[in-house]
């Protein structure tokens, strides 16, 4: 004799398809809450690099600094031990293409104490004239840039610094007027304020 199961009653469903979106939801708040997890991971991670990456890298270990010529967007030469007693300060950058990079020339250039301490300033790009000089002229910047094939940068140890590879960073390098380097600083967040790069300057040349 065969026992046939009684079909479940209409309550029995009920509670059936509600024990089943019970589960479906509690796995979907699960996932959610993993996925949640992961997100906040990688944006503390990302943010951590940010920060830990945009910390500026200085050093101040002395040494003759390397002598060199360039030519200018001017059209002239500039040899760096011709400008002795003075002291020099190099701001090696991205050049063409880098608007913070030009901003920050002109906001130096805006700044009278550079002139009044006898500190020389020259910017350094690995470009052409033809290159920059539309960046320098959308900034109002007026010194002569420099322009480097990378020997010079190579010599100072600047290249590789920023966000593209081969390519100085944002960075400056302090030459006393007897020729002797007495500081380097880079700055990956693009930006140091005029004043506070000009304190540090003639705090280390005193």
């Known amino acids: 004799m065969t026992t046939t199961n009684p079909a479940p009653s209409r309550r029995e469903q009920l509670k059936a398809r509600q024990e089943a979106e019970t589960r479906r939801d509690t796995k979907r708040r699960t996932w959610s809450r993993i996925i949640g997890g992961v997100v ?18 200085q050093g101040d270990t002395q040494r003759v600094a390397p002598d060199f010529t360039l030519t200018t967007t001017a059209g002239a030469t500039v040899t760096l031990s011709d400008l002795r007693p003075s002291p020099v300060l190099i701001y090696f950058n ?43 002229q959308q900034f109002g910047v007026t010194t002569p840039y420099l322009l ?36 380097y600083g880079n700055y990956p967040s693009m930006w140091l304020d005029p004043q506070e790069l000009l304190d540090e300057v003639t705090t280390r040349l005193r």
């Open 40 to 57: 906040t991971l990688i944006v503390v991670v990302v943010v951590g690099y940010g920060l830990w990456t945009a910390i500026p890298e």
């Open 94 to 136: 991205e050049g063409a293409g880098c608007a913070s990079c030009t901003m920050q020339m002109a906001e130096i250039e805006k700044n009278p104490g550079f002139a009044e301490a006898g500190i020389q300033v020259l910017p350094i790009v690995m470009n052409s004239a033809e290159q920059i000089l539309p960046d320098m």
């Open 148 to 183: 480097d094939d990378g020997t010079v940068s190579k010599a100072y140890d600047v290249l590789d610094k920023g966000m593209h590879p081969g390519m100085p960073g944002h960075g400056f390098v302090l030459i006393d007027g007897e020729g002797v380097q007495r500081w």
